[in-house]
């Protein structure tokens, strides 16, 4: 198996019933501590998290997609309304009506639950359909954010979800008749990029030869690598990830290898370096280079803890562009100002890692 679609995740936080009445209408799983403000699972790197980091270690070709969840939608009931605690397998608790923050609290940041943030796996958030397609002069405002889509950081700071893709009003198997349905949600957006990605690998195996296949890790880092620059600024971010998923372009670049293009597979010893030479003909050429390994599993922080700032990353790689004595560092976040702009320098959260370079540059 190539890839595999997951839409479906565990709860966090508060859950909308659609019941009429209190204390009916929305559950709290986020513990029935009255002083618990906001679920510890979102963004915690769990022991699921950790089961999905090493079946992808086991199956190098194999590509696990998940759906980020929308949970930037639930902001609980009105204070002072009761409502009803429920446990992680859904059994009644008790009722409540201690105050406790929306999920995503309080600028729609931290919340991906648990193993929506495993490192090996992408993680796919949901926008609006581009029924024209992403054009190049349009910017990256044009790719506009659902009003669902979980936002990372996780809750080491690494960069999630990974990428978007359409989830709005998109046509969907459904259960009742005619069996399909116009539907939202980042359930719809994986899928969506499931089966982009796994044309991809076919589109390489023609290319190849039969059971000519990329690694998990190179197929993740080419969808990456090709998206649509989205969000307010540029660089990836904790709501669109490393941006809009562009299915040509990464199948432009698997038909170009070699040529303006270079897909490298490859493996590194601890401390050893690898070094690849990259010739710019046209001055006004943008040069990047995306990096993407799987990661063994990391460690698993102590539960009910709320952010803790452990790293889950194993072994942590640096890609690096120089020419001469110049030397241009990667991609980076800061998890303690999530909505702040990416800026350039060490990652040493992610096994994910980019450098580009403009003519300004």
């Not at 980020?68 to 009803?84: H, K, L, M, W």
């Not at 954010?145 to 459904?174: H, Q």
């Not at 452990?310 to 690096?320: C, E, G, H, P, Q």
């Amino acid at each position: 198996q190539l890839v595999s679609n997951h839409s479906y995740g565990t709860a966090g936080g508060w859950l909308y019933t659609g019941a009429p009445n209190p204390p009916d209408t929305w559950l709290w799983i986020g513990g029935a501590d009255p002083g618990i403000k906001e679920d510890p699972n979102f963004g915690y790197y769990d022991s699921a998290s950790q089961l999905w980091d090493q079946i992808a270690a086991d199956a190098p070709y194999y590509l696990i997609v998940k759906s980020a969840g929308n949970d930037r939608s639930d902001i609980g009931p009105d204070p002072g309304v009761e409502y009803t605690i429920i446990d992680q397998e859904g059994e009644f608790v008790s009722t409540s009506t201690a105050e406790r923050n929306p999920d995503c609290w309080p600028d729609g940041y931290d919340c991906l639950p648990t193993h929506s943030v495993a490192k090996n796996i992408l993680t796919v958030g949901a926008v609006d359909d581009l029924p024209g397609g992403y054009a190049p002069l349009g910017g990256a405002e044009q790719v506009v954010m659902s009003s669902f889509s979980g936002w990372g950081p996780t809750d080491d700071g690494r960069i999630k979800p990974d990428l978007v893709g359409n989830g709005v009003v998109l046509f969907s198997a459904w259960p009742d008749s005619p069996l399909f349905a116009a539907a939202a949600g980042t359930s719809r957006s994986a899928p969506n990029v499931s089966g982009s990605l796994l044309l991809l690998q076919q589109h390489h195996e023609h290319l190849n030869g039969p059971d000519n296949y990329m690694r998990a890790a190179t197929l993740k880092a080419l969808a990456i690598h090709t998206a649509d620059e989205a969000g307010p600024a540029p660089g990836p971010d904790y709501a669109f990830g490393w941006g809009l998923l562009n299915t040509l372009s990464a199948a432009n670049v698997i038909s170009d290898n070699g040529e303006n293009h270079q897909v490298i597979e490859s493996s590194l010893a601890n401390t050893e370096e690898d070094t690849w030479s990259v010739e710019v003909a046209t001055p006004d050429s943008v040069l990047s280079a995306t990096l993407v390994w799987t990661d063994p599993p990391g460690p698993v922080s102590p539960p009910g803890v709320l952010d803790p700032p452990d790293l889950a990353l194993v072994n942590d790689l640096d890609l690096r562009i120089s020419r001469g004595g110049n030397e241009w560092l990667p991609w980076v976040l800061d998890p303690a100002n999530p909505s702040a702009a990416a800026t350039r320098g060490d990652n040493f959260r992610d096994n994910v890692e980019q450098v580009k370079i403009d003519a300004a540059d």
